[in-house]
Every structure is written in structure tokens, then in C-alpha cells.
């Protein structure tokens, strides 16, 4: 399909879109979490009940609406009112009420259960309220799994925009001045990076979608994969055309199957209308996506290991430089981001990089996914500007601390972060407040943590994954991951001196600065930090060593 | 030849612009230590001895993998580093099983020489005492997991000069173990060819041959890089 | 100035460190003459007097040798550890990767001997042995370490007579460090 | 070719000298014989096998196709048996100790079976705060299974991923492909009996 037969589908679908007038839409949340909590046979009952009641709507399944926690959940539109915790036998009786008789049921709206007056429109919640919805802004709203959805919401008019009215030169001066940075978790201003990959010149380059997310506790990247594939497929195109690169290959973690089903049916979905192939929409450019699935290594999220990993190899990561942009995927310039990067990249072509960059911090522009989970009344995902508070994460967002109990420290970044505690309550979460305190922004994963939490015993299970999902290529962190563990594990059982503790402070700055990659240079990162906000934990579990001798000298 | 100008602690130095640091510090008697470079085959960056300080980088780099560029001021020791090298050296030997006094390698062992050089008389560090196989299933050689430092020199040579491919790495973290073939014994292995190169680039000692003993295992690292050169001449 | 007391001790070793200490032949009459042996396994087997250095071969494989250590470090002003098995287990660590189960039932069990059939010695005066064999260094703290299995006769007299003119030895700079 | 004769002399040989070092080196060559053929032509037939084929066809026999079709082969038999392993590295001309360690390196992979019915924990943060060692404690007390372990019957599998991404249901546990979330360790006991009663009222015990 060329310009025009794209634009004329999308007329067309418009047109079918009218028609149905103001026809009901059911959406059903079919996010990892709902699935899990019955999401299925919930959206078989209502369709018997729709059918059985002859009753004018249509369902639609769409991805991750958020407050995974209250699954699962169904949004009546319009309205925009969300229902929670829904269970087959309260379908007859909702589509009824709410759709008959119009009067909505109170008790079983979203946060009824926490809120003395839940709201009608899901948007006047404070869940939502305080959140910015950019990367996820479709996301729970379409059915990921129809690329006419994405169409009409103004989906791929940014790679329109690009290809026909914009060289890549432009793209990326745009993609600079949004001050987009990796959503990956290290930060690198993704701008410069597409740039640098953009003037070695070469005729193959690559473009790769990092959708390895292998931190415990973030779901970010799945639910987007899920939730909105095209919108990544259509950050990729725009990369791939404004660095110049033919191929693209997003790797997507195995244990995500519904993300790699959905972004297969997407890829095929674009190919049939053009957008991937060659001469996209009738341009010069060609550009094809392939998926490569992840086989369970943790490593593979770096990205020289990654590259390892699509070549048929084992995920070992090697020295950089060279650095990806210049020998990348077979020696050739190679751009990867992470899932959430690309996703930003088609709002900041369609709005500007200005409006982008006027989100957020000063040094951190833009929104920022979090996965909230552990001791929380609303887990699920949220996206917030940069700069907001974790307080009003926790608290506002959040809903508090399950049970009542009181915050103890929240969990950033995963097995390369750290932990901040109830004192920095209030530090604005951008990457260089959170480095600061000995965390860092990592891809996404938040989690919250309650008295109850023993912090030594936090740091051993992370270093306990470090440890596992070394590679076991270099010698600190193949070692000293594993050292660092038993003498965590020593502390944990009370079996430690204050020597031990002496060794575990130097090993740890030791694998900090000597590991060759990511995976181990951040992998004293929880131990650091619960070290730093937490030390009398340890000093308190660990004994004074042996006699000296008994004349003082 | 493209000469560029390098520093090296604090001297001006003449070096050839595709050189790695490494190259040019031995071409300039200056000691950088290593375990897994050897001569002759390609280098991983893997057991972090040869870490120097680049000025205005606040990350230490490999001396075996980083290229020099113009202008670029290293420091190849100081305290730092030292204790790093330390460190490292320490955790090689609390890894596995190493009991120098019945090790065929004893007062030829590169662990051994290194421990020396950077004076540890002890180390501080609990050994792990992993569960570790001995091979002996080849009708010369033996593989002595115990005393393996996983610098996978062997491999490298197996594949590199040698061509067969026989070792590998299996595993990951500190499970990863060398095997031969599909982690079939060394003796059935199907594309060994017994030319023994392993042994030489053993730097302790984990190979070595059934006929001797304690202490008297003497090796010829050197070979490789011999035969390496050799087959560039095309003689 | 006053006599010095030296103590030596053997833990879990072979007792070859012992006699490379006996390797320093007439040298032993200069640490006479600044130091008396109170204690040793080649002179007799008194309790442990408050001493000045305390040299320590073998390691630590039972809880008598632990308490030992303890009390060893207590009484002496300088602790040196003489010989890999108490640096760093060393042959003797050469069980730590088997159950002490099997090592048992190896030895006395399943090997030939000429006793009837394979009996476990129990006398209560045998050691029990833990299940791993540690260094010194894992329980008290250490000035200083001899290494070699032997450690070399020159060397162990070196470092006993730097301490005993209260002089602190160098590692390196007598000898090369050995090692087995 | 070798005739009979020579191999007759080559297996005296051999014999005599088997327990020296002093067996020449042309002649151990000829001691080891290929492990891989025999299984594969003797289950050509099998369609796991011509499913493996298939996909190393498809994908042009290049060596960077290796991990996509160890999972190819592992999504048909469940696991990796060694031979399987041997055809793949046959075809794709990898050396075999490629082939095997990057089947262990990474932990999807597995080379024993994981049982007929998997019961996976996940012990990613979120699940861990919220209890997933409990899980596990439960799993091993009752029924004596730690992670990565079988039952003698190969009825009941026990893994542990790292996060399964759905944090907002910690605990989590996957029983064969459903995800049950929020569950507490007297609930799994409970699904995983339903899951194996199923077997045992088909008679096998």
C-alpha cells in the first residue's frame, strides 16, 4: 500500500467507526495480571450475555488498563467508567444496571473498596489523576490485537510525517531536543545515541527493541508489548529510518508469550498494509522487523550479551569500545533501546520535541513507567512526569501501604538498584535524584517494602540473582557475586564477624569497578545501598571477631 | 602505520594507532599483569588483571582489549589497581580447589607466580570448595576441574589455532565448567585431535599429561604464538 | 632485656612444618639465646603459658582446635602461621569437598586393610572431626604467615628472629614467597 | 574403507593397549564412534524430529538460528534430549561444545524433562516480599521437591522463574500454562493434587 490506499483504509475505517454511532464498548482488561484473576471467562460470559440479551455493544479486549491489583477489570465506554474484581456472576446484573437501567454499580467500581466515593469516570480517580499517560496512552484502551484501532488513533502518522515530510537528519535533531533519555535504565540521551549510530556509515545497520526486561519486579515493557505493539513497531521504523538501518529485530523475552504472539501478529499486520517491507508507504525506505525470543538469561538485557544472543550465541557480554553504534549485530552499526524508548518516539514526532521536553525535570524530561508492586494497596502500572514525588507514588497512587503498616523503603532499579528509604519519602524521581541516593531509575520496577522487610535479607536475595545470572566470563563477577552472597547469606544467619562485614564492603566496590559489564559493576548496587540507609541492620546481626590477645600492648 | 603519541605513568610515548595497550606497554617494558591474554590468540577481557587507569575515564579499563587512542594518558599501577589485582588474585584462588603442594604445576603455575608477585601470603577470602570432576578418561591427558581458573585460554586455542573446537564453557555464573563436546567425556570426544595445545596454554595447572607428577609439568606457552606466526608466513 | 617465650604448636598437619623448623639446625642457639621454647610438640605437651610468639602449624578441623586457636591467640602476642595448612587448608582441606561421612568410610571402610573388617576407630581421646577442615586466618587474627609446604628453614628462622629483636618481617623481602 | 582384517588388528590393538597412555594417537581416533547418527535415522519418523528438520530447513541451516530452533525443539519434546542436540549441531555445522553450552547457558533450556505437569514459582521481588519462599518451604515439605526437581514418576515438575511480570498478583505460580496469582501454599498443594488425581484415577497407580 502506498500513501494514499493507507489514508483511503484509514477513511474507510473511520466511516465503519461512525456508523456504530454511539454503540457501547466494553473493554476488558486482558493485561498479564487480569488474565491471571479470570479475565477470560468473564469476557466469554459477557459475550453470551450480550448475545442472550440482545443488547447493542460491542466488546473490544485491549491491554494493561493499570490497577492490576483490582482484576479483573472492565471499562464501559463511553463513560470511561472502569468496573473491578468482576466475577461471572456479576455480568448479568452490571450490563444491566449500567447499561439498561444507567445507573452504575457503585460497589463494584474501580477502588470501591478504598475509597469512600469512588469516581464514575475512571480519569477523575487519583490513580489516574496524577498520572501522565504518554508511552501508555492507548494502552488498555485499543485491542492490541487490531492494527485499525491503532490507525485510528492516529497511529503510524508519525513514520507518515517522517518519511514524506522530514529527513533523518530532522528526526533526530527532533529526538534531541525532546531530551528523550533511555528508558532502559541507564539514561543515555537517546538523541546522541541515534546520532552517533547515524554517522558511521555503512550499507547494513541495525536497529534492535531491547524487550529483555529481566529485573524482577517490572512488568513495564511487557504490558506496553502487550497492551500497544504497534506503537513500538512504529518507534523502530522511525529509528530505523532516521539512522538509515534496513533491519530490525526486537527481543522479546520467553517468558512473555502473549507479547511475542502480539508482536508477530502486529509485524504481519503492518506487512499487509505496507508500513513494513519495502518502500514503505510508497518512500525509498525499507525496513522488516524480525522477533527473537529470549531463552531465560538475565545478561541478555546488556546489550553487547543481547547482540551475543541474536547471533545464535551464548549472552556473553564483551569489553565496549567498541560500542554497539559502531560494531554492533555482526560487526555492523547497531542502535538498541528499550521498549519504553521506542514507545515515546511516535507522540515526540507527532507533537514536537519541544512539547516533550517541557515534561518533566531539567535534566530528565518526559514520563516514566513504574511497575508498583510488593506492599502496596494499588500495585499495577503507572506513568508519571519525571519529578514527581515518591511519596505521591506511594501514597497518592499507590493508595498506602497494604495492611496499614508503615512505609519502610521502596525498591528501585531492580538487582542493579538500591533501595530509598522513608526519609527520602519525598526525593522527585529522576535519574540523578535517585543515583544520588544510591538507587537508580532502572527500567522501571518499583517496589514497595513494609516493616516487615529485612533489608540484609533483601540484599542477599539480590545478590542471590546477580549471582545466578552472572555469565560467569569475568573473574569479579563470577566470583565475587557468589563470595558476596555466602556472606550475605553468613549475616542473615547470624553467623557473621565484623570481618565479614569489612570483606563485603571491599568486594563490593571491587565487583563495582572491576566487572566488564552492566550486570556486574551494578550488581553491589542493593547492597550498597540497604548498607548506606540500613547499616545498623547489619552492624546489629554481625558479632565482634575473636579475642586479640589479652595484654593490651 | 599511523604513529600517534601516547602517555604511559607520566612518559611520552611513540605507539602505532591500531594497538592495543597491552601491545604497546610490553613493546615498552612496562609490566601489565595477565592471566587470560595470551599470545597468539584473540583476547576476551575476562579475568580483569590488566585493568588500567585512563584519565578522564572514571572506569578502569582492560589493557588487553582497549585500543590507544591520541593523546590518551594511562596509568598502569597505583594503589587502586593494586589492590584490585589483589583481590582478583585472592578470589581465583578461593574459587575452586587449588592445593598448590600436590599440583603437577607447582613452581610452573601462572596463579602461582602471580600470588607471588603481588606478595599474598594468604588468602582472605572462604573457599568455596566446589564439587569439581577430574577427566581422566583421555588416554594422555587429564582435566583437572579442581584447578581450572576458567581464563578459557584452552578454548580459545582449541578454536583459534587448532581448529577443532573441542573445549567449551558450560554453564553460567560460577557454575560454568569447560567441556569437551556435548559434555561427553574427553577421551570419547569426537573432535578432539590429541595435539596437546590445550596443555600448553594452561596457565596452572588444570591439563596436563597422565606421565608425571607433582611439580613437574613445564609448559610452552610460548608455541602457540610461535606456530601462529609461522602459518602467517605461509612456509 | 628480658628472655622472649616462644611456643609452637601442631594443629591439623603433618608435623613437617615442625621439622623444617628443625631444618635451622645451629641457628637455634641465636633464638636461645633471646628466647626460651616454653612449649612445643618436640619438647612436651604443657598447657598453654602467656608467650610472646606463638607459631602455629595445620589447620583447624575439629572444635578442640578451635577452642585451641582461640585460647592460642589469647596467650600469645604474636601469632604466626607457619606452613599452608594453617594459611590455607592445604592437604589437609583435601576432605572439604566430600561428606566427612565418606572420607571416614573411605579410610577405614571400603580401603584394604588388615583389621578384621573395616572397624571405625572411637576411642574418646581421637579428635572429632568437623565437617570442614578452616585456616587460621577464618577464626582469629594472623600477624603473620609462613608460607610453603614446608615453608623453607631460612625463612621460618628469618621471621622468628625479626620478632624476637622486635623488628616486623618483610614478606618479600627475604625470599620469594613459596607456595607447596 | 577398512577392511574387516584391518579392523580386527586395529580392536587387538586397541585392547592391549587400552589401559596405557601408550595407545597411539591414529588409533583412538578410530576408538570413538558417532554418537549421533543412529537415533535420528531410527526416529526419522518421529514427528518432533521432522519438526526439528523442518525448522533448521527453514531457516537455512545458519548457525545463528541455533537458538531459535533449540526452542523449536524443545516446544516438541518438552525438553532437550543429547541426541536431538547432536542432530542440531550436525546440521547447522556447529561443534558440538557450541551447541552445549549455549543449551546451558541459558535457563529456558533444559536438558532433562521437566515432568508432565510443572508447577512454577516465581520468586521475582514482588512475590519473593510477598511470600514465594513460602511457597517453595511448602512444595519441599510436602511434597519433597526442591526447584528444578522431578518426581519419581515424572508426574510433577517444580521451577522458579525470575518474575514472570505479574507483580501485581504476587505470589505468583504458573500451573502448566495458567497463572494463579495471590495464592497462598495451601492453594498450590491443593491445584497441583487436582492437576495429578486427574492421572492417578486414569489408573496408573
Redo the contacts between chains.
Keep these: 500500500m502506498n500513501r494514499q490506499e493507507l489514508n483511503n483504509f484509514i477513511e474507510k475505517e473511520k466511516e465503519k467507526l461512525a456508523e456504530k454511532g454511539s454503540k457501547a464498548q466494553i473493554r476488558v482488561c486482558c493485561g498479564a495480571g487480569c488474565l491471571s484473576s479470570g479475565a477470560e471467562e468473564l469476557m466469554n460470559s459477557l459475550k453470551e450475555e450480550i448475545k442472550a440479551g440482545n443488547i447493542d455493544a460491542e466488546i473490544i479486549p485491549t491491554g494493561c488498563m493499570g490497577p492490576c491489583n483490582q482484576g479483573p477489570l472492565v471499562k464501559f465506554d463511553p463513560g470511561n467508567t472502569i468496573y473491578q474484581k468482576l466475577e461471572t456472576g456479576d455480568v448479568a446484573p452490571l450490563l444491566n444496571s449500567h447499561l439498561l437501567e444507567k445507573t452504575p454499580v457503585t460497589e463494584k467500581l474501580l477502588f470501591a473498596d478504598s475509597r469512600e466515593n469512588p469516581s464514575l469516570n475512571a480519569d477523575e480517580d487519583p490513580y489516574f489523576k496524577k498520572q501522565l499517560r504518554i508511552a501508555l496512552k492507548d494502552c488498555g484502551h485499543l485491542d492490541p490485537e487490531k492494527i485499525e484501532d491503532y490507525l485510528l488513533l492516529n497511529g503510524y502518522q508519525a513514520l507518515d510525517k517522517a518519511l514524506f515530510a522530514m529527513a533523518p537528519e530532522d528526526v533526530i535533531s527532533e529526538i534531541k531536543q525532546s531530551r528523550l533519555r533511555g528508558r532502559g535504565g541507564a539514561g543515555y540521551p537517546t538523541g546522541l545515541k541515534w546520532e552517533s549510530v547515524y554517522r558511521y556509515v555503512n550499507d547494513q545497520k541495525y536497529v534492535i527493541c531491547n524487550g529483555d526486561e529481566g529485573d524482577p519486579g517490572a512488568f513495564m515493557d511487557r504490558s506496553l508489548l502487550e497492551g500497544n505493539p504497534h506503537r513500538i513497531l512504529e518507534g523502530m521504523a522511525l529509528a530505523a529510518y532516521a539512522i538509515g538501518a534496513s533491519k530490525g529485530f526486537a527481543y522479546i523475552r520467553g517468558e512473555y508469550p502473549l507479547a511475542i504472539k502480539r508482536f508477530e501478529t502486529a509485524i504481519k499486520q503492518a506487512r499487509k498494509l505496507g508500513l513494513l517491507g519495502k518502500n514503505i508507504l510508497g518512500s525509498e525506505f525499507h525496513f522488516d522487523v524480525e522477533v527473537r525470543i529470549g531463552a531465560g538469561a538475565f545478561v541478555c538485557g546488556e546489550e553487547t550479551a543481547l547482540i551475543a544472543s541474536i547471533e545464535g550465541k551464548k549472552g556473553n557480554p564483551r569489553p565496549r569500545p567498541p560500542y554497539p553504534a559502531e560494531a554492533g549485530l555482526w560487526g555492523k552499526p547497531t542502535l538498541i533501546n528499550n521498549v519504553e524508548t521506542y514507545a515515546a518516539i511516535a507522540p515526540i514526532i507527532n507533537n514536537g520535541g519541544e512539547w516533550y521536553s517541557e515534561i518533566g525535570t531539567a535534566k530528565s524530561a518526559g514520563t516514566k513507567v513504574f511497575a508498583l508492586a510488593g506492599k502496596i494497596n494499588n500495585a499495577g502500572l503507572i506513568e508519571v512526569p519525571m519529578g514527581t514525588t515518591l511519596r505521591e507514588v506511594v501514597y497518592d497512587i499507590g493508595g498506602g501501604i497494604q495492611g496499614g503498616g508503615k512505609f519502610k523503603a521502596a525498591q528501585t532499579g531492580g538487582p542493579s538498584g538500591g533501595c530509598i528509604p522513608e526519609e527520602h519519602l519525598d526525593v522527585k524521581m529522576d535519574y540523578e535524584s535517585l543515583v544520588n541516593l544510591g538507587s537508580i531509575m532502572g527500567s522501571g520496577g518499583l517496589i514497595v517494602m513494609d516493616e516487615s522487610s529485612d533489608m540484609v535479607d533483601v540484599a542477599r536475595y539480590f545478590m542471590e540473582f546477580c549471582m545466578d545470572e552472572s555469565c560467569g566470563k569475568c573473574v569479579p563477577c563470577r566470583v565475587g557475586t557468589k563470595m558476596m552472597h555466602d556472606l550475605l547469606q553468613k549475616i542473615c544467619q547470624d553467623n557473621a564477624t565484623r570481618i565479614d562485614l569489612e570483606r563485603l564492603e571491599e568486594l563490593a566496590e571491587y565487583v563495582k569497578e572491576t566487572s566488564l559489564c552492566g550486570l556486574g559493576s551494578s550488581a553491589p548496587n542493593p547492597l550498597l545501598s540497604t548498607l548506606r540507609h540500613f547499616r545498623e541492620e547489619y552492624e546489629n546481626r554481625v558479632r565482634e ?7 593490651v ?1 | 602505520m599511523n604513529i600517534i603519541e601516547i602517555n604511559i605513568n607520566g612518559n611520552a610515548i611513540k605507539a602505532d594507532a591500531g594497538q592495543t595497550i597491552l601491545e604497546v606497554c610490553r613493546q615498552n617494558d612496562i609490566e601489565i599483569l595477565t592471566m587470560c591474554h595470551m599470545d597468539g590468540i584473540s583476547d576476551v577481557g575476562a579475568c580483569r588483571l590488566c585493568l588500567v587507569q585512563i584519565e578522564g575515564s572514571n572506569k578502569l579499563m582492560p589493557a588487553c582489549t582497549t585500543k590507544v587512542m591520541p593523546n590518551m594518558a594511562i596509568t598502569t599501577t597505583n594503589e587502586r589497581i593494586k589492590k584490585y589485582q589483589k583481590i582478583t588474585t585472592e578470589l581465583l ?1 578461593a574459587e575452586r ?1 587449588h ?5 603437577v604445576a ?2 610452573h603455575c601462572e596463579l ?1 607466580d602471580m ?2 608477585k603481588l ?6 577470602y ?2 568455596l ?4 570432576d577430574m577427566d581422566t578418561s583421555h588416554p594422555w591427558y587429564i582435566m583437572d576441574h ?1 584447578r581450572c581458573i576458567m581464563c578459557t585460554r584452552c578454548v580459545r586455542v582449541c578454536k583459534e589455532v587448532e581448529g577443532a573446537h573441542n573445549w567449551d564453557v558450560m554453564g553460567r555464573g560460577h557454575e560454568v565448567r569447560i567441556i569437551s563436546d556435548y559434555h561427553t567425556p574427553w577421551g570419547e570426544s569426537e573432535t578432539c585431535t590429541s595435539c596437546g595445545k590445550c596443555l600448553h596454554a594452561c596457565p596452572v595447572g588444570a591439563i596436563w599429561p597422565k606421565a608425571i607428577s607433582q ?1 613437574q609439568l613445564v609448559k610452552n606457552p610460548g608455541m602457540i604464538n610461535d606456530l601462529v606466526e609461522k602459518r602467517k608466513m605461509n612456509l | 632485656m628480658n628472655k622472649k617465650k616462644i611456643a609452637t604448636v601442631w594443629l591439623g598437619g603433618c608435623s613437617g612444618c615442625h621439622m623444617s623448623l628443625l631444618d635451622i639446625d645451629e641457628r637455634i642457639l641465636d633464638v636461645a639465646a633471646l628466647a626460651d621454647i616454653v612449649k612445643s610438640p618436640v619438647v612436651d605437651g604443657k598447657e598453654m603459658p ?1 608467650v610472646d610468639v606463638a607459631i602455629v602449624e595445620g589447620a583447624i578441623t575439629s572444635d578442640e582446635h578451635y577452642e585451641e586457636i ?1 585460647h592460642i ?5 604474636i601469632l604466626i ?1 607457619l606452613g ?1 595448612c594453617a ?5 589437609t ?2 576432605r ?2 566430600f561428606k566427612l561421612q565418606e572420607v571416614f568410610d573411605t579410610s577405614y571402610k571400603e580401603s584394604p586393610s588388615n583389621d578384621a573388617d573395616g572397624v571405625m576407630p572411637d576411642d574418646p581421646l581421637l579428635l572429632k572431626l568437623n565437617e ?1 577442615v ?2 587460621l ?6 600477624d ?2 609462613i ?1 610453603g ?1 614446608p615453608p623453607d628453614a631460612d625463612y621460618i628462622f628469618y621471621v622468628i628472629f625479626e620478632y624476637l629483636n622486635e623488628r616486623i618481617p618483610q ?2 623481602g627475604h625470599k ?5 | 574403507m577398512m577392511n574387516a582384517a584391518f579392523l580386527k588388528m586395529i580392536n587387538v590393538i586397541v585392547e592391549e593397549f587400552s589401559h596405557s597412555y601408550l595407545v597411539p594417537s591414529f588409533l583412538t581416533l578410530f576408538m570413538k564412534s558417532s554418537v549421533a547418527g543412529d537415533w535420528v535415522t531410527q526416529h526419522a519418523k518421529d514427528p518432533r524430529v521432522k519438526l526439528v528438520a523442518a525448522k533448521m530447513k527453514k531457516e537455512n541451516y545458519r548457525p545463528d538460528a541455533l537458538i531459535e530452533i533449540l526452542h523449536t525443539a524443545q516446544n516438541a519434546f518438552g525438553h532437550l534430549p543429547l541426541p536431538i542436540l547432536h542432530f542440531i549441531g550436525k546440521g547447522l555445522k556447529l561443534p558440538g561444545s557450541r551447541v552445549y553450552s549455549t543449551v546451558t547457558f541459558y535457563h529456558f533450556f533444559s536438558l532433562k524433562s521437566k515432568g508432565e505437569h510443572t508447577c512454577l514459582v516465581c520468586t521475582g521481588t514482588a512475590c519473593y516480599v510477598k511470600g514465594a519462599q513460602a511457597i517453595l518451604n511448602e512444595l519441599e515439605d510436602k511434597l519433597g521437591l526442591k526447584i528444578g526437581e522431578v518426581t519419581k514418576d515424572n508426574k510433577l515438575g517444580v521451577q522458579a522463574a525470575r518474575c514472570i511480570g505479574a507483580c501485581g498478583l504476587a505470589p505468583a505460580v504458573v500451573l502448566d500454562d495458567e497463572v494463579h496469582g495471590k495464592v497462598l501454599p495451601a492453594d498450590v498443594l491443593a491445584m497441583i493434587h487436582e492437576k495429578t488425581n486427574a492421572h492417578e484415577q486414569a489408573g496408573t497407580e
Design positions: 571477631t575473636s579475642p586479640k590477645h589479652n595484654v600492648d | 584462588h580447589n592445593t598448590c603442594a600436590v599440583c607447582n613452581g602461582q600470588t607471588a606478595e599474598i601470603t594468604h588468602i582472605r572462604p573457599h570448595f566446589p564439587d569439581c579442581n611439580g | 602467656e582461640l591467640r589469647k596467650q600469645a602476642k602461621a599452608d594459611i590455607h587448608n592445604n592437604v582441606g583435601l572439604n569437598f570442614k578452616i585456616p586466618s577464618e577464626v582469629v587474627d594472623v603473620f604467615f608460607n609446604c614478606p618479600g620469594k614467597i613459596q607456595y607447596g
